[in-house]
């Protein structure tokens, strides 16, 4: 599900998702149905339609009884948070869930940015990246390459900013990232200035 969501498949994607979670439920197995979860809440972000996603990961937190996983809904829950502008909730979730996984350090980058804080974000983000590439985790090095551009473009530091970019495209190319890109709004004026960039060279 979450590859085919990644290569902007939203029919399978959705398809394999219910799947995985009818048989979580099954089995009672939650690493099956909370990351599904997880992928549904993302895709209604990504939507603008914050209601719904809120509202799939109360419904997780419901049925995940293991504390790792509630740790990991309630980080999921600040994400959207942040997506929708809410500084105070998503303050909250992550001081009670506070932690030194890539997942909590990213989404705590994400909320230091909307907090207008870009030199604190890029110091977590740099620290992530470099553990990704060591324990290659592609996922997390895309993500993280992909705010570092985003910090940079910030601090106005364009042609840094768009140098990054170059390494994430390069490395969702690789691995067929798709809707890492397409999530992230604010990488759009970057990729602007990339390609015009691009479009100057080849003249």
């Known amino acids: 599900a979450e590859v085919y969501y990644e290569r902007n498949e939203f029919k399978l ?3 394999n998702m219910e799947i995985a979670i009818q048989f979580g ?15 549904k809440a993302k895709i209604y972000a990504a939507q603008n339609q914050m209601s719904s996603a ?16 509630q740790i990991t809904i309630k980080i999921m829950q600040a994400y ?17 869930t506070q932690s030194w996984q890539p997942f909590w350090l990213l989404v705590n980058a994400r909320l230091l940015l909307l907090m207008e804080l870009p030199e604190q974000a890029l110091q977590t983000i740099v620290h992530v990246k470099m553990k990704a590439q060591n324990d290659k985790q592609i996922a997390t090095l ?10 940079h473009m910030r601090l106005q530091h364009k042609d840094i900013a768009i140098d990054v970019l170059h390494e994430a495209l390069q490395l969702a190319a690789n691995y067929y990232y798709v809707r890492t890109l397409l999530d992230e709004k604010e990488l759009l004026p970057i990729l602007r200035e990339y390609l015009q960039l691009d479009d100057v060279e080849q003249r």
Do not use: R
Not at 25 to 39: C, I, K, R, T
Not at 54 to 69: G, N, P, S, T, V
Not at 80 to 96: D, V
Not at 142 to 151: D, G, K, R, S
């Open 13 to 15: 994607a959705k398809k």
């Open 25 to 39: 439920h099954e089995h009672d197995d939650a690493s099956l149905f909370v990351p599904m979860y997880l992928l």
């Open 54 to 69: 809120h509202a799939i990961l109360i419904q997780a937190l419901e049925h995940a009884k293991e504390k790792h996983w």
């Open 80 to 96: 959207c948070y942040i997506q929708e502008g809410n500084i105070h909730q998503a303050e909250m979730l992550l001081a009670a």
């Open 142 to 151: 895309l993500e993280a390459t992909i705010l570092e551009a985003v910090c």
